[in-house]
């Protein structure tokens, strides 16, 4: 009988022990549990070791506080020109309180497609398809705004919006190809014209660039020209100027030494006859001679007679 007490007190000790150590909870980082005591809302648990007393306290819900991330399908919308196209949105959220997100609505993922897809209807539906399809920042921030504001009481904080794609019908996606087709066309065409203007600007140029060189270089050879021609004359010049001046220095020479050697009346008479003879060989029509020229240029010829004679 002993035996019988000692495996029953046994058996509920480790029943005990079981119960304790399965009520010891751990709550990992970035998680929270929401905790209900006879089911009504008690506590929420952090971080940390935590001991729930079984029967009476219960998990109501794990709540992850990381930022999530809900991909929700394409939703068709019409725009303010009534083009049906097909949106889909990536909403970024955190969870900042769990009490909130646990008893502030039903199916919560659920609640925040259905009010990003009406929100999205009526911000496309006040924009035409152009607008729409180049305001994507704008309808972005718009979203993420309503929202925000929507999901508070939830204990939901959105952080960000995306419109991960805008797809037109397909005749509205084969009419814009075309569109940008053309436009690309017509910016080659733009590109090509300027192109061949800039070239013949630079053509242009070119030639005026070289007209003005072919300008200065002649403007500078005629200066060169003229400036051999001047330094010519004036070597000229000095040339005739040096002759000269020695002419007048043998001149002035042949003076000196005449003076010098004293010569008689017949030899000056002579030298004069001989520069008479030089004037003669000229160009002049009219000469006079002095009369004691005469007198030696008779004697002269009487003498030249004679010796014809002999």
Request: hydrophobic content about 45%; overall charge negative.
């Amino acid at each position: 009988m002993d035996h019988i007490l000692y495996y029953i007190l046994g058996g509920l000790g480790l029943l005990i022990f079981i119960i304790i150590i399965s009520n010891i909870k751990i709550v990992p980082q970035a998680k929270s549990y929401v905790i209900e005591r006879l089911g009504a809302y008690h506590t929420t648990w952090e971080t940390g070791l935590h001991v729930k007393v079984p029967f009476i306290y219960r998990i109501s819900k794990i709540v992850s506080r990381k930022e999530q991330v809900a991909d929700f399908p394409p939703q068709p919308v019409i725009t303010k020109d009534n083009v049906t196209i097909q949106i889909d949105t990536v909403v970024f959220f955190q969870i900042t309180d769990p009490k909130l997100y646990t008893y502030g609505v039903d199916r919560p993922m659920q609640a925040i497609e259905n009010l990003t897809a009406t929100t999205l209807r009526n911000i496309i539906g006040d924009l035409e398809l152009d607008n729409t399809l180049t305001s994507r920042d704008v309808i972005n921030s718009k979203i993420r705004l309503i929202l925000d504001e929507a999901t508070d009481p939830w204990g939901i904080k959105v952080n960000r919006v995306e419109l991960k794609n805008i797809i037109p019908p397909r005749e509205i996606q084969d009419a814009m190809e075309k569109q940008m087709k053309a436009e690309r066309e017509r910016r080659e065409s733009i590109l090509r014209a300027e192109g061949e203007k800039r070239s013949q600007i630079l053509v242009a140029e070119g030639r005026k660039e070289s007209q003005i060189l072919q300008a200065e270089a002649d403007k500078q050879a005629a200066i060169l020209n003229a400036e051999a021609v001047k330094e010519a004359k004036i070597r000229e010049a000095e040339g005739e100027a040096d002759a000269i001046m020695k002419v007048q220095t043998a001149l002035a020479d042949s003076i000196k030494l005449l003076n010098e050697a004293d010569p008689g009346e017949g030899v000056l008479k002579i030298k004069a006859l001989e520069a008479f003879a030089k004037a003669a060989d000229g160009e002049a029509t009219k000469i006079i001679i002095p009369s004691e020229i005469q007198g030696i240029a008779g004697l002269a010829a009487g003498v030249g007679e004679i010796l014809k004679k002999d």
